[in-house]
């Protein structure tokens, strides 16, 4: 990866993850050893947040950090919060990464270096290439259908535009106004995609493998599949109804 996309930050929410937290970051400094890592936790009762303090105490070179919020917000407040506190330390790129480990921190020296060339990087299951590895098939149904239907609702071509993994450009994330992002779960991956395509970003899938999680449970629910639907047939009509204006203001 080129020198000027450095400093890296990866940004990892947390919510009783106190099983997670240490492999997940042992991992990610093992693959990419200059990474330095945020933990957003959202006031695990489990203790994740004190097992992500000791090591951040632990780390002499200063690469783990730890914010800790005093309620369960949701994942996409999460990163928002720690998307400001990396581009405040100016930070170069920014990576959305799980805790659970269904993310491989091994993969995300190959996101890094296609940033070279693009925007944003998004960890792709659904490209050639990609794969998921114990999903039942009503999630993998679940999966395929939300990204067909946001790309069929917004034009975007992005195959798999409801994936977690990915890393970001500073320029990116300052330019499509993550304030006012309100958007959680599925529909936050979504939304940001969505605004980074629409300000003109370039934007690149590489292929990953996606491991359903072994230990602690999944956060997904019917609200944030409801949610997604709702917001994304929102801003499909949305663009429709922007489409049908412009044919009219540029005839004769």
Not at 57 to 84: I, P
Not at 117 to 122: F, R, T
Not at 184 to 200: K, N, P, S, V
Request: hydrophobic residues 40%; aromatic residues 8%.
């Amino acid at each position: 990866m080129a020198d000027q996309l450095e400093p890296v930050l990866v940004v990892i929410p947390t919510y009783n993850e106190r099983d997670n937290v240490e492999p997940i970051v042992a991992r990610l400094h093992a693959a990419l050893p200059t990474a330095h890592v945020l933990v957003v936790d959202d006031g695990s009762p489990d203790g994740t947040g004190e097992i992500a303090d000791e090591l951040a105490k632990a780390d002499s070179a200063g690469r783990v950090h730890v914010m800790h919020r005093t309620e369960k917000n949701g994942l996409g407040a999460a990163y928002v919060a720690g998307f400001h506190w990396g581009l405040e330390r100016d930070y170069a790129v920014l990576v959305e990464m799980d805790a659970d480990g269904s993310h491989a921190p091994e993969d995300l020296p190959r996101l890094l270096d296609a940033l070279g060339d693009a925007d944003l990087v998004i960890g792709s299951r659904w490209v050639p290439g990609g794969k998921v590895i114990n999903w039942p098939v009503q999630r993998q149904v679940l999966s395929r259908g939300a990204n067909f239907y946001s790309r069929m609702a917004l034009g975007a071509k992005v195959k798999d535009i409801t994936a977690g993994f990915r890393a970001y450009r500073r320029e990116a994330l300052e330019k499509i106004r993550i304030d006012n992002v309100a958007s959680q779960g599925y529909c936050f991956q979504i939304d940001l995609a969505w605004r980074t395509i629409e300000a003109g970003f370039t934007v690149v899938e590489v292929p990953i493998t996606f491991t359903e999680r072994e230990r602690g449970q999944s956060k997904m629910s019917s609200d944030i599949i409801r949610e997604a639907l709702i917001r994304v047939t929102k801003w499909g009509l949305r663009r429709r109804g922007t489409q049908v204006r412009s044919l009219f203001t540029k005839r004769p």
